[in-house]
């Protein structure tokens, strides 16, 4: 593969990584993005709830979905039954990997419009086991690994190719990062979305936090999520691609309890997908002017004192 160009923030040497991927067809792809669609990157796209959003983009016929996992086999075969798919082997754990194809698809296609920061691992490490020793066992890092730092890469990544798009696309470049209500490191994400979802609306890029419940997936495929988890509370796939479509979207959302948030304020906010709807989880509360200008200071707003 020829040399691409890349984006090395400090500190970072980034060389482009061996890419695995079906294209999508004979077509010059920077035409077909520019005429005739939207450009999406999933990550943890081959299986579950990513591949599931790949496909309902793919059916509205104004998408190029392009999905990221580590099993290359299973993403070529992801790729090869859906058309305008292509696959990109990386792990995004790794940063210089996860650039490298944000750098391959954006130089393809000359913009990204919607970064969907899916990939995640399940919890099997148990956080409150005991010990017996005097010293307890360093805990595992891996979840933190690829439930946060993957999702902090990702949404670095975003924000940086989302700069470089056309400026017609401002206002319509979506990142939202798959987090979870009870999971211990997924949850960290809701407050991170809240941060910087607010500082990147200013340049016209809505972040919001999907919360799933219990949808069934590869990441579930073992007897002991089924023993924790009684078949009744799991959510159908296709109730978590309509929550993801109407985010996209930006128009107004009501939630199961009947909270209206206009779509002009569809942006740095949790949505909990629960049964065959969602819930909105609502924001902390600025209660006092100290606190105001506290945020408005960490955000880099200049302030009317």
């Known amino acids: 593969m020829s040399p691409t160009k890349t984006f090395c ?16 067809s004979s077509l010059d792809r920077k035409f077909y993005s520019a005429n005739m669609a939207k450009i999406a990157l999933i990550t943890g796209g081959t299986s579950g709830i990513g591949l599931a959003v790949a496909k309902d983009l793919i059916q509205t016929g104004s998408w190029q979905v392009n999905i990221i996992g580590s099993n290359q086999e299973r993403g070529q075969d992801a790729a090869a039954s859906l058309p305008d798919v292509t696959f990109y082997q990386a792990d995004v754990r790794n940063y210089q990997q ?24 399940a919890e099997y490490t148990d956080f409150f086991a005991k010990s017996e020793t005097g010293i307890p066992p360093e805990p595992s890092s891996e979840i933190v ?7 902090l890469y990702t949404s670095y990544l975003a924000m940086h190719y989302f700069r470089r798009s056309p400026e017609s696309t401002k206002g319509h470049r979506n990142l ?9 490191y997924p949850y960290a994400l809701i407050g991170f979305t809240r941060s910087v979802g607010e500082r990147l609306w200013e340049e016209g ?48 959302m009501v939630d ?9 304020q569809m942006h740095s906010r949790a949505v909990h997908v629960s049964g065959k709807s969602f819930l909105f989880i609502e924001k902390p509360e600025i209660h006092d002017e100290q606190t105001r200008m506290t945020w408005a200071a960490m955000m880099g707003h200049t302030l009317d004192v």
């Not at 939202?176 to 211990?184: A, E, H, R, V």
Request: glycine share 8%; hydrophobic share 45%; net charge negative.
């Open 9 to 24: 923030p400090p500190k970072f040497t980034l060389h482009p990584p061996k890419f695995f991927y079906t294209e999508i």
């Open 98 to 121: 996860l650039a490298g194809v944000f750098d391959q698809i954006f130089n393809t296609t000359g913009q990204i419009d919607f970064v969907f920061a899916n990939a995640g691992r």
């Open 145 to 151: 690994h690829t439930n946060l730092n993957g999702a």
């Open 176 to 184: 939202i990062l798959t987090s979870s209500i009870g999971g211990l």
């Open 205 to 252: 890029v809505r972040v919001n936090a999907l919360c799933p419940g219990v949808v069934e997936t590869p990441l579930l495929a073992d007897e002991t999520f089924y023993a924790v988890f009684p078949p009744e509370i799991f959510i159908p796939v296709d109730v978590v691609t309509r929550v993801v479509s109407q985010l996209l979207s930006g128009a107004d």
């Open 256 to 264: 199961a309890k009947g909270m209206r948030v206009a779509g002009d």
